[in-house]
């Protein structure tokens, strides 16, 4: 498509339950990045994709929080167990190469 | 790791009033961004410009990348530039991609 789409834009998960967010990037683009922002202004990088690859996992929380870029399938960051700290809107964006990036809508997640 | 400051913090102008908005960085960078978050909170591209000059419309942004600074120009401000703009940059030999974003300029347009 020629937008970056998340799915869903709100999700509401009780403690130590798990959640799932999906995005699915721009046609032709081969890098995908999660990034968390907490409160309103701070923005946390989370991973990085080339195409089905991890490219950069520096970011993430590893215990708890996963991803993956299947072909075929929208990209998916999954956290199991959430916790209260874990309620932030989490973007996804995509680039054709690792230079401009693209931003989807977000998708809130609160942890109850 | 590269530190970004942005400023002023918060912004109030009046409508049709002209603003600029600045970001300085710590270290030489290969990618430079300014987005508009909006009050419904979606984030907007403004610009990618890790050096020169670019304008759309009635924004513009100028990076000088020597001195490690961005500006992003607003002219003839409206309602719906109120918001928060970001600048983020990824560092000369860090993580291409990994975007380090500064606290941001929150803007209120009074009509």
């Known amino acids: 498509g020629e937008e970056v789409a998340q799915t869903p834009k709100h999700l509401v998960r009780g403690e130590g339950q798990k959640a799932k967010l999906y995005c699915a990037p721009i046609?032709?683009?081969?890098?995908v990045f999660w990034y968390q922002q907490v409160l309103k202004n701070e923005f946390k990088f989370l991973i990085s994709f080339q195409n089905e690859n991890v490219f950069d996992e520096t970011g993430m929380p590893k215990e708890r929080f996963s991803a993956k870029c299947l072909p075929n399938s929208p990209c998916s960051l999954e956290i199991q167990a959430t916790k209260l700290e874990d309620s932030a809107v989490y973007f996804c964006?995509?680039?054709?190469?690792?230079?401009?990036?693209?931003f989807g809508e977000g998708s809130r997640l609160t942890v109850l | 790791g590269i530190q970004v400051e942005q400023s002023p913090p918060d912004l109030i102008l009046q409508e049709g009033a002209n603003s600029t908005l600045r970001c300085n960085f710590s270290?030489?960078?290969?990618?430079l961004q300014w987005f508009h978050q909006n009050p419904w909170g979606q984030l907007i591209n403004l610009f990618y410009?890790?050096?020169g000059t670019k304008q759309n419309g009635r924004l513009s942004a100028t990076t000088v990348a020597t001195e490690r600074y961005s500006l992003l120009y607003i002219s003839s401000s409206q309602t719906t530039d109120s918001g928060v703009y970001f600048c983020?940059?990824?560092?000369?030999?860090?993580?291409?991609?990994?975007?380090?974003f500064g606290k941001g300029t929150k803007l209120s347009v009074k009509p």
């Open positions: 964006a995509s680039s054709p190469n690792t230079g401009e990036l693209f």
């Open positions: 410009i890790p050096s």
């Open positions: 983020a940059v990824d560092s000369y030999g860090g993580s291409q991609g990994n975007l380090i």
């Open positions: 046609k032709g683009h081969s890098y």
């Open positions: 270290d030489s960078v290969n990618n």
